[in-house]
């Protein structure tokens, strides 16, 4: 049998049988046999996605039960352009330390345009700029950057773990930069939750280039996370979208009243 893999139940148990031989090729590796015209329009369609893994590198993608996210959900928020943001943030969340074999440092770059009543409000995630092995000079100097690439108004960054020297951290990077220290006060899946709840809604839309946030995100169940490691990535998006799409909306709904 040759097919490109499919996340079907029938497939996935042929392939667990202890009878099943398997190969696997990238679509480039019978280049020489496709029409280019065929190439460009696979690459067109799929590349910098999730499911490109699928459809052009052969390997099988798996939802995990009760994700709260699916391939087929973020294929559907997918753009290939942006429109002009109101704001950009860039969001952190540090590993605990620096070493070869550390989390990573998920670095996520999120723009929303919050014109008109809430529920016209959409966000952009933009690029993921996460690195590994990072000690934190190393890991701050790339969430800068990311900023000053992206234009970002604001850097957003879990302090749990690291306390006042996350921050210090990154002023010895830039000692200009605008950083807004966050506290974790609920788990990994209490705070995902709501935004889950606005890609379900329609309202966050991932540009290409996001295939190792969206295996994370895709891991990520009502039960924790069932990746490897820890979902850095997927943090640092959760706090950036709280950043703009849920804190703001909060504020918008239900506006202080002062006494005079």
């Known amino acids: 049998?040759?097919?490109?893999?499919?996340?079907?139940?029938v497939l996935k148990e042929l392939l667990k049988s202890p009878s099943t031989v398997v190969t696997s090729a990238p679509t480039e590796a019978n280049k020489a046999f496709l029409a280019e015209s065929f190439l460009e329009e696979v690459r067109a369609r799929y590349a910098g996605t999730r499911l490109g893994?699928?459809?052009l590198d052969g390997i099988l993608m798996e939802d995990a039960e009760g994700a709260l996210w699916t391939t087929s959900a973020l294929e559907a928020a997918r753009v290939d352009l942006a429109p002009q943001m109101d704001r950009i943030v860039v969001a952190v969340d540090p590993p605990v330390t620096g070493?070869?074999?550390s989390d990573e440092c998920g670095i996520v770059v999120v723009g929303a345009v919050t014109r008109g009543p809430v529920q016209d409000?959409?966000?952009?995630v933009l690029a993921?700029?996460?690195v590994s092995a990072a000690s934190p000079a190393k890991w701050a100097a790339a969430a800068v950057r990311a900023m000053q690439d992206w234009g970002a108004e604001r850097l957003v960054a879990e302090v749990n773990q690291g306390g006042d020297m996350v921050t210090e951290v990154i002023r010895q990077i830039d000692p200009m930069v605008p950083v807004r220290a966050v506290h974790a006060s609920r788990g990994k899946v209490a705070r995902a939750e709501p935004v889950a709840a606005l890609y379900e809604q329609g309202r966050?839309?991932?540009?290409r280039g996001l295939g190792d946030l969206e295996d994370q995100m895709c891991a990520m169940t009502v039960q924790g996370f069932e990746g490897k490691g820890s979902p850095d990535r997927v943090d640092a998006?959760?706090?950036?979208?709280?950043?703009?799409?849920?804190?703001?909306?909060?504020?918008w709904r239900h506006p202080r009243v002062r006494a005079v």
């Open 204 to 207: 966050v839309h991932h540009m």
């Open 53 to 55: 893994r699928q459809e």
């Open 128 to 130: 993921d700029a996460s």
């Open 99 to 101: 070493g070869a074999k």
């Open 1 to 9: 049998m040759t097919t490109t893999p499919r996340n079907v139940g």
């Open 237 to 251: 998006l959760v706090w950036a979208l709280h950043e703009l799409m849920i804190e703001p909306a909060a504020k």
């Open 121 to 124: 409000w959409r966000a952009y």
